[in-house]
């Protein structure tokens, strides 16, 4: 319906909870998420969608939240990386990074994580030159990408043994390789 | 400076045309699909006390059907739908790869077709895949719905000629009559992702018996104000078998049909010589 819309709340389902926002329609995403629902994971680097520390992840699909504004998330479901860990029990992606070494001053790992977990999640190969290419949108300064992309192998590896006794979808456990993600 | 939100006035459309009397009752306001351009400006403070008409929830704008003549992508369809889509990884594989070599991942899951036409930047990357495809650009107004050549829709850096009052409602890329012999995509930038390009290239050639050029299509991007299709190359080749010489010829012709200047990210002499290398390279002999 076309409207003039103004302070109207708008409803987004974060991390699986309907949530109401009540302000300016054109406040970013990201601002959105940090300041008014508190979920801090999301990170502000360029504010130009470069380097990638703002990802959350949109009906599923990586976008940087600096670039969308609030209203076009508007009955849409949006994760960021507070949906990874369950209580204190981080996810099998989250505890590969720990093993890896793969986050080091941390600023970029919440929105490396999420472009990880989409691509496991999506059913994407251990190929690392694919997982390079994937998440080339997030910049890392500290680790040099290895520690990370070995992360990422591990994790769809892992997850392909998994996926023989498990079917339930969440961070916690695997979906079953569709030979999607690319 | 920043945006502030405040300032900003937010007109939603629903369908087309609630888009299009929006667009007539609001003139000034700006409209935006997946915004990844408009939101940088939009950070930096450029745009505030602005209107925006946010057309992303036109759903008739977002399909992307095949048709018995080629392929409908709504204006809205995304770089990563259309990257994914399997009649376009199968029946335009270049436009499938310059989806692929926009911005990231990130940014080809929000960004779209009409967005990227809209925005008229010299250096769109999917521009020199659609003009070898002779698309067409499919424009809504108040007086109904026309269709123009793709690459006869750009007046300048950042124009279109897309009237005030118009909308880009899909792009129609008709399929070729017959698969391409050769076909090459080339972007190069500083580095894969996210760069901006210095040059970017997409050819198609068919050669006929003997050797002899059929039919060679090539188009340049970030070469001159607008995309560019290689006419004077293009013409000469016609008819020719594929010698040095006349690959020579060719690469040198190359420069009649562009104008590549100096700035921050590369020279016009190196475009230029880059340009004429993917040329010749897509030209040579295999």
């Known amino acids: ?182 | 400076m920043r945006g502030i939100p405040a300032s900003m006035k937010v007109f939603k459309a629903g369908s087309p045309a609630q888009a299009l009397k929006l667009l007539a009752d609001h003139p000034l306001a700006v409209p935006i699909a997946g915004g990844t351009d408009f939101m940088v400006a939009w950070n930096m403070g450029l745009l505030n006390e602005k209107s925006v008409l946010d057309l992303s929830g036109i759903r008739e704008w977002t399909r992307v059907e095949e048709t018995p003549s080629g392929l409908r992508a709504g204006a809205l369809a995304t770089h990563a739908e259309l990257r994914d889509h399997p009649v376009v990884r199968r029946r335009f594989p270049l436009l499938a790869q310059a989806c692929a070599s926009v911005g990231s991942v990130q940014i080809q899951n929000r960004g779209t077709i009409g967005g990227n036409i809209a925005n008229a930047s010299p250096a769109g990357d999917t521009f020199p895949a659609l003009a070898v495809y002779d698309a067409r650009v499919s424009v809504a107004g108040r007086d109904g719905m026309r269709s123009i050549p793709f690459v006869d829709s750009f007046a300048g850096v950042k124009k279109t000629i897309l009237g005030q009052a118009e909308l880009i409602s899909a792009v129609d890329i008709p399929f070729p009559s017959a698969k391409p012999d050769r076909q090459v995509f080339r972007k190069v930038g500083t580095r894969t992702s996210q760069a901006i390009s210095k040059t970017v290239a997409a050819g198609l050639l068919w050669l006929g018996k003997g050797g002899i050029v059929k039919e060679m299509r090539f188009s340049l991007g970030s070469m001159a104000p607008t995309v560019r299709r290689l006419r004077a190359a293009e013409g000469y080749l016609a008819g020719r078998r594929l010698t040095p010489d006349v690959v020579d010829t060719a690469a040198q012709l190359l420069a009649k049909d562009v104008s590549p200047i100096d700035d921050f990210r590369s020279t016009a002499e190196y475009r230029l010589e880059v340009s004429r290398n993917i040329l010749r390279s897509f030209l040579a002999p295999n």
């Open chain 1, 1 to 182: 319906m076309a409207r003039e819309a103004c302070d109207k709340a708008l409803v987004i389902t974060v991390n699986g909870r309907r949530r109401a926002y009540k302000g300016p329609p054109f406040k970013r995403l990201l601002d959105v998420l940090r300041e008014d629902f508190g979920l801090t994971g999301a990170k502000e680097g360029c504010g130009e969608g470069e380097c990638g520390a703002c990802t959350v992840l949109l009906d599923h699909a990586p976008v940087a939240s600096c670039l969308v504004p609030a209203s076009q998330a508007e009955g849409r479901r949006v994760d960021t990386v507070e949906s990874l860990a369950r209580s204190k029990a981080l996810s099998p992606l989250q505890k590969s990074f720990m093993e890896e070494a793969a986050s080091q001053c941390g600023i970029c790992t919440p929105g490396i994580l999420l472009t990880a977990w989409s691509w496991v999640k999506s059913g994407g190969s251990a190929d690392p030159q694919a997982i390079r290419e994937y998440l080339s949108g997030n910049l890392c300064r500290c680790t040099g990408y290895q520690s990370i992309v070995d992360a990422v192998v591990k994790t769809v590896r892992r997850s392909k043994k998994e996926s023989l006794i498990r079917r339930q979808v969440s961070p916690h456990d695997y979906l079953p390789p569709r030979g999607g993600g690319k």
